[in-house]
C-alpha cells in the first residue's frame, strides 16, 4: 500500500531508490523498494548527521524517496532528505507506515502516511503524570 501511494506522489516520475534511516526505517524501506522493484540503501548517523555509508550511494538526477515506519517529528526523514540532495538527488516524496504528527511533521516534500495520528505529548513541567508523581516507564525498558 505503501508503494502504491509514494508512486502516486512522485507521478509522472520514476523513482529509482528507497532510502531509509536506520534503524527503524530498514525493514519497511526494504519491502516499498522491492515492491516498487528498485534499489533500497539506507543512511545511518557518523558524528551526529545522517550520512550515507556501507558503500551505499546516490547518483546525482537520480530520483528517490524516502521511507520510514513512524515519523514523530519528521527530523530523520528530514535528515535523509537532506542527505540525498547533498549528492545530487532528487527526493520525489517521502512515506510513513504511521505519522504521530497528526499530519504537522514538515520534511521538506509531499508525504503520505497509513495511518495519521494525533498524539498528545507534554513537557516535564506540564505533565499531568509528572505532577502526579507518577514515574515515566519507557515500554519494553528494564528496570537497572
Known amino acids: 500500500m505503501l508503494a502504491e501511494r509514494l508512486r502516486a506522489l512522485a507521478r509522472p516520475e520514476s523513482i529509482g531508490a528507497v532510502a531509509s ?3 527503524g526505517g530498514l525493514i519497511i524501506g526494504h519491502e516499498v523498494a522491492r515492491a516498487l522493484g528498485v534499489r533500497f540503501i539506507f543512511a545511518e548517523r557518523d558524528a551526529g548527521k545522517m550520512t550515507l555509508r556501507r ?3 546516490i547518483e546525482p538526477g ?3 524517496v524516502v521511507v520510514e515506519d513512524v515519523v ?4 530523520s526523514t528530514r535528515e535523509v532528505v537532506d542527505a540525498l540532495r547533498e549528492r545530487g538527488a532528487r527526493v520525489l516524496a517521502a512515506g510513513s507506515i504511521i505519522d504521530r504528527s497528526g499530519g504537522a511533521a514538515d520534511v521538506g516534500v509531499p ?3 497509513l495511518e495519521t495520528l494525533q ?3 507534554y513537557q516535564p ?3 499531568p503524570l509528572c505532577a502526579q508523581g507518577i514515574p515515566v ?3 519494553g525498558s528494564r528496570a537497572v
Open 21 to 23: 534511516p536506520a534503524i
Open 55 to 57: 558503500g551505499f550511494g
Open 62 to 64: 537520480e530520483n528517490a
Open 72 to 75: 514523530t517529528t519528521g527530523g
Open 111 to 113: 508525504r503520505v502516511a
Open 119 to 121: 498524539v498528545t505529548t
Open 125 to 127: 513541567e506540564t505533565c
Open 137 to 139: 516507564v519507557k515500554p
